[in-house]
């Protein structure tokens, strides 16, 4: 059995809410809206109509952004401010003439950039990716470059770095092949690399392309690359330091094949996770050393619900710059749950088709697995020998300068009593 699969886009608040947008299935754009509690409190709020794409994502000022294109080709940009929306368009597209697929809005070094990959009609397997970008009060337009698809286009992703670099992974048709290519921003000069570098190894079909750039600037991309009659799950790390620094490195995963989504990367408390779905199963591999080396975790039994695939974008606890989260699996009904993401809302139990509620054993839905939680239990056990050190020496210090202050109250005694200078 394969699990169904939803798309929609998640925003957290820093007080904690939830906003969960999507396109109902009359093209409405609808978000609903759940309290820190993870308790629905606003349903089917509806934007707009006619609506064929759309992106999301919430500054550090707590504002959320919204793009979205509507059928008649207007693409409208509005915020979302003490809970109205403020709209204004941006940009009138040629929806009679093109396909717009893969809109995405970033944030990087507080300037909006919106991307999008588009076709005309007469030739559909030709695809373009533009980028938006707002200087002053105008918006500016640029192409990124082109790339050969089917007519079912395989969504590129984004992801930027502590500079502002943005860097962009898409996937484009060779001959009998499929590739994975990589391309980047750099935000001093204001171009992209006119070097578009080809990550896949070999000539066959390469699907199913991730990138993550984690918290400490490491660029993670993954794909699964058919050999041999099996898609194998692959994996690249490009890293600014070391011995290997700028240079891509390919590190071996433990064995995973027919993965049946695409697969994503998180980072939780310094632990990178890759997390994946293959038939009606969703398991991780994690990482504690950003990517060098990664094991294997036990996966989860799904029930025959629909599965979320979100988009997700945060400001809560934003002083913790060790999470990241660019996508997450999850089950998004009256609450929501998120697969793996120990900081978030998650439920032991998930409801499946005919509403009963079905409680999960205990090593079913393990956001932290036994291995790790012996770690954790090790690393509290060593925090608190060592702060107890810290004390018994700060007891010492505090000992040795009572016993300095004693001196010096002697020796000022003394020089009360004799004057400053002691003449002969």
Not at 107 to 118: D, E, L, Q, V, W
Not at 265 to 270: D, K, L, S, Y
Not at 299 to 311: A, E, G, M, R, V
Request: hydrophobic residues 35%; aromatic residues 14%; contains cysteine.
């Amino acid at each position: 059995m394969n699990i169904k699969i939803k798309e929609s886009e998640l925003i957290k608040n820093s007080i904690g809410e939830y906003f969960n947008f999507y396109i109902d299935k009359t093209n409405n754009l609808v978000f609903n809206k759940f309290n820190n509690k993870n308790t629905l409190s606003i349903f089917l709020s509806e934007i707009d109509s006619n609506v064929l794409d759309f992106s999301v994502i919430i500054d550090e000022k707590d504002i959320i952004h919204l793009i979205y294109l509507i059928k008649n080709g207007d693409l409208i940009y509005c915020t979302y401010v003490e809970e109205n929306w403020m709209k204004k368009l941006v940009f009138k597209l040629d929806t009679k003439s093109n396909i717009y697929k893969n809109l995405t809005l970033i944030i990087s070094n507080n300037s909006i950039n919106i991307f999008y990959a588009y076709a005309n009609l007469v030739n559909i397997n030709l695809w373009n990716i533009e980028q938006i970008t707002k200087s002053n009060t105008r918006w500016e337009k640029k192409k990124v470059t082109s790339i050969f698809s089917k007519k079912i286009f395989s969504p590129f992703y984004i992801d930027y770095d502590r500079l502002g670099n943005i860097h962009l992974l898409l996937k484009t048709n060779e001959h009998n092949s499929t590739h994975i290519y990589y391309t980047f921003y750099n935000v001093f000069i204001k171009k992209w690399s006119e070097i578009t570098e080809k990550i896949s190894f070999i000539d066959t079909y390469n699907i199913f392309p991730y990138l993550f750039i984690d918290s400490k600037n490491n660029i993670h991309i993954l794909w699964s690359s058919l050999e041999n009659k099996d898609y194998i799950l692959k994996y690249k790390r490009l890293s600014h330091i070391g011995k290997n620094k700028y240079k891509w490195n390919t590190v071996d995963l433990p064995h995973i094949n027919n993965i049946t989504h695409t697969p994503i990367m998180i980072e939780i408390n310094e632990t990178l996770k890759i997390i994946y779905l293959k038939n009606n199963k969703i398991g991780y591999l994690n990482s504690i050393n950003y990517g060098e080396s990664w094991n294997f975790t036990n996966k989860t039994q799904l029930s025959d619900l629909p599965i979320d695939f979100i988009k997700y974008s945060s400001n809560f606890q934003k002083k913790y710059s060790n999470k990241k989260i660019n996508h997450i699996y999850g089950i998004i009904d009256e609450n929501i749950s998120l697969f793996f993401n120990e900081n978030d809302f998650y439920k032991n139990s998930i409801i499946d088709s005919n509403n009963k509620t079905t409680k999960l054993q205990q090593n079913k839905l393990n956001f932290i697995d036994k291995n790790e939680f012996i770690e954790l239990k090790k690393t509290i056990s060593e925090i608190k020998k060592t702060s107890q050190e810290i004390f018994t020496i700060s007891d010492n210090i505090l000992s040795e300068i009572n016993i300095i202050k004693e001196k010096i109250k002697n020796i000022d005694k003394q020089k009360s009593k004799k004057g400053f200078f002691n003449f002969k």
